[in-house]
């Protein structure tokens, strides 16, 4: 029979079988916490043979050099690694909503939710206690993206408990792979080593795709938690000393070359200044929400963590993240990240993800090599499942919502299908400090999109509209402007598949947190516009849904006036089709102009060799540029309509 030793609030148990051990749980007594409860133990954790605690809640030990966290048998000896498990488990409540993010709603109960264990200030020699860790998670492909937050553990034991055999042969999707910040670069881990004792266990690994469901089986790893001593990393050297090449050229160790490995979409301009450069890929060390929104603050409710140089974090959560190349690499598509930008002042983007799960990942930009920066993980750790807001006081269950009334300002316009689900989305963020335009080096908000995002706006001319110098070159994700120079102008938003987004849904954030619904003027008195081609100008309102009326929309902060409606829409671009690079398949694309029908596509060498001729390539879906990988050389791409117009860029190899 099992016992329900508590519901809800603290309890300390009293059955004390050492000196180190606040809490015991007894041979065959079974300890049930309940989803939303917060136990807390001030002095150790030890369970016993068969007994249990069954975590669905939230389970806080804290303790010192002497107390430890133990799971023993009938004998009181260790239970280890191969012997171990089963005594304390943190489980899945609503395991078929892993694909669920919690919205930071006070209204809106957390859709999915878990049993969390944290444990401060044991060190790691005492921390000999076995946990069974439920887990799930989206597929991401060819390799999974995920953290492993044991210590001692053998990889080879991830056979057993994730249902397939790792090897450690690369390219076969079977192995294990960790990343290396220093030299950018995927690292085979052999099955043989040590996970949290080899390497950190903040390390980022990858595992081989093949035959690995974490999707629809909910799966249990076991292992030894980690300690939150010495958790502190100093971000420096990330690619500070690699040599990329021209164009992503060069090669690593293994012979790959980078271009198939290095995707920055915080840089507009590749392979130029900061591109590749200082970004820390992680995986969260505990079994606990690590809270990564109040990363770039520096006050007194902050939590410790002030990185002074940081540009963004990429979320890791979407599926079929990590394609195989042809040439074997591990090639990631940005459409399967989420992306927030932190150098407005306040998170900008795709907030709601800054709370990363357990085993999750993520990836830190700077924008310079600092060594001043450091990142605490143990100061991040949180049991709620969304992110604290900006001047609630740092605390493990810091729950507070608040209504913003700062100078950050950011639409999304979220691109919806025939169902209403969401396929699509893109950001206009303004505030004082903003950039107008192209900038290589102010524009710190920006996230450029990916070849597989549908919805972005393009890169404003200062008097509104497009700026047609590169228009052909990239689009974005988050578009940022000055909220004072760039007022009642607009920025172009593309739709390029009107056949599947359908209609328009708006979601207005100030400083990081939603506004009501039905609200439309900010604190500062004005409120977000859009307008689509042949229509007015509208008001954007927290929570509307407008159908899609055309593939391009203007969008404005602050009404417009007549006189900059005439002047920024004179100025269209002579065609939005672009040439980009598409790592997934290492190969250029050409992504067409929504309004195009039909195009004639002609790709000459250097020597102005004609290589490729295509006539009356259908423009609803992408042209893929084939070009032999192996043959280093500049090409000419010339794309013309059947109405006649014109692109004509250059690719490098």
Not at 186 to 199: E, H
Not at 328 to 351: E, H, L, N, R
Not at 468 to 486: D, G, M, S
Not at 495 to 519: C, P, W
């Amino acid at each position: 029979m099992r016992k329900s030793l508590f519901a809800i609030g603290l309890l300390a148990i009293t059955s004390v079988q050492a000196q180190n051990v606040l809490v015991h749980v007894d041979d065959a007594a079974t300890t049930y916490v309940s989803k939303g409860t917060l136990v807390y133990s001030g002095g150790g954790l030890q369970m016993k043979g068969n007994g249990i605690v069954e975590n669905h809640g939230n389970f806080m030990v804290t303790g010192s050099a002497t107390d430890s966290f133990r799971t023993i048998d009938a004998s009181d000896v260790d239970k280890t690694e191969s012997n171990g498990g089963g005594n304390f488990i943190n489980k899945l409540n609503e395991p078929g909503a892993y694909a669920t993010y919690n919205v930071n709603d006070p209204l809106v109960a957390p859709a999915y939710t878990y049993g969390q264990l944290f444990i401060s200030n044991i060190p790691q020699a005492n921390l000999t206690g076995i946990v069974d860790q439920e887990f799930k998670a989206i597929n991401h492909g060819s390799y999974q993206q995920i953290g492993l937050p044991f210590y001692d553990k053998s990889a080879s034991t991830l056979s057993t408990e994730l249902g397939k055999t790792f090897s450690n042969v690369r390219y076969s999707q079977n192995e294990i792979l960790s990343a290396n910040n220093t030299n950018i670069v995927s690292v085979n881990f052999p099955t043989w080593s040590k996970l949290g004792s080899a390497l950190p266990g903040y390390t980022y690994y990858m595992l081989g795709g093949s035959g690995l469901d974490l999707s629809t089986t909910t799966r249990t790893l076991k292992g030894r938690p980690l300690t939150d001593i010495g958790t502190s990393v100093t971000l420096q050297g990330a690619a500070a000393a690699v040599n990329f090449g021209t164009n992503g050229n060069a090669t690593n160790q293994y012979n790959e070359k980078y271009y198939t490995y290095v995707q920055d979409e915080f840089v507009t301009t590749p392979w130029q200044g900061t591109y590749g450069r200082y970004m820390y890929q992680f995986a969260n060390p505990f079994l606990t929400n690590l809270d990564l929104s109040q990363i770039a603050v520096n006050e007194a409710n902050g939590d410790g963590v002030n990185l002074t140089t940081i540009q963004g974090v990429r979320l890791e959560v979407s599926p079929n993240a990590v394609q195989t190349t042809t040439g074997g690499t591990t090639a990631v598509g940005s459409s399967a990240y989420k992306f927030v930008t932190f150098a407005s002042g306040a998170p900008t983007g795709d907030v709601d993800y800054m709370s990363v799960r357990p085993m999750g990942t993520f990836v830190i930009k700077l924008n310079s090599d600092a060594a001043t920066d450091q990142l605490n993980f143990a100061n991040l750790r949180r049991f709620n499942y969304y992110t604290r807001d900006a001047g609630t006081a740092y605390n493990v269950a810091a729950n507070k919502n608040t209504a913003g009334n700062g100078s950050v300002k950011q639409l999304a316009v979220i691109g919806l299908d025939n169902n209403g689900n969401e396929i699509a989305r893109t950001y206009y963020v303004v505030y004082p400090a903003g950039t107008t335009g192209h900038s290589a080096t102010q524009a710190k908000t920006q996230v450029k999109a990916d070849t597989s995002d549908l919805l972005g706006t393009y890169e404003e001319a200062l008097a509104g509209g497009y700026d047609t110098n590169y228009t052909n070159q990239y689009w974005l994700y988050i578009n940022e402007a000055n909220e004072n120079t760039f007022q009642g102008k607009n920025i172009k938003l593309v739709n390029y598949d009107l056949a599947k987004v359908k209609s328009y849904k708006f979601e207005i954030r100030e400083n990081a947190q939603l506004v009501s619904n039905g609200t439309h003027a900010l604190s500062s008195g004005i409120g977000f516009y859009y307008k689509a081609a042949n229509g007015t100008v509208q008001q954007a309102i927290q929570g509307a849904v407008v159908p899609v009326a055309g593939t391009e929309y203007d969008l404005y902060y602050g009404e417009p006036s007549n006189v900059v409606l005439a002047a920024s829409e004179s100025k269209s671009p002579s065609s939005r089709t672009v040439v980009v690079y598409n790592p997934g398949i290492e190969n250029y694309i050409v992504r067409f102009d929504p309004n195009w029908k039909k195009a004639d596509i002609e790709v000459y060498d250097m020597s102005g060799k004609l290589v490729i001729s295509k006539k009356a390539v259908a423009a609803s879906t992408d042209f893929v540029i084939e070009l032999d990988g192996k043959i280093k050389n500049s090409y000419v791409v010339k794309v013309v309509s059947d109405k006649g117009e014109v692109v004509n860029t250059k690719i490098l190899r």
